[in-house]
Nanobody
């Protein structure tokens, strides 16, 4: 299993950014796919998770209404559209694969992570 994130960078407060994650080593639908984030020295936080069999998506409280997760089953790719970004969204964002039932406790597979910085 390999998860490769892209699309991170520096954005001003109120701006938008779209992360991508290409998954390989398994067929779409084998695992649920999600995003976590972590600020060094703080606990990791579940951002979103998609049940790849029924399409249901779950979001963390701090991003609901601002972030949108989507997927492309043909390319085994998931996306995270982040709008109205705030400085507190600054973190390393990780693409993950596992079981949606346990996503807030942890996922089985993790990408290397990509940095998102929200600053003026």
């Amino acid at each position: 299993v390999q998860l490769v994130e892209s699309g991170g960078g520096l954005v001003q407060p109120g701006g938008s950014l779209k992360l991508s994650c290409v998954a390989s080593g398994f067929s779409y639908g084998t695992y649920d796919l999600g995003w976590f984030r972590q600020v060094p020295g703080k606990e990791r936080e579940g951002v979103s998770c998609m049940n790849t069999r029924d399409g249901n998506i779950y979001y963390g409280d701090s991003v609901t209404g601002r972030f949108t997760m989507s997927s492309d089953s043909a390319t085994n790719t998931v996306y995270l559209q982040m709008n109205d970004l705030k400085p507190e969204d600054t973190a390393i964002y990780y693409c993950t694969a596992g079981d949606v039932r346990f996503w807030k406790y942890g996922m089985s597979y993790w990408g290397k992570g990509i940095l998102v910085t929200v600053s003026s």
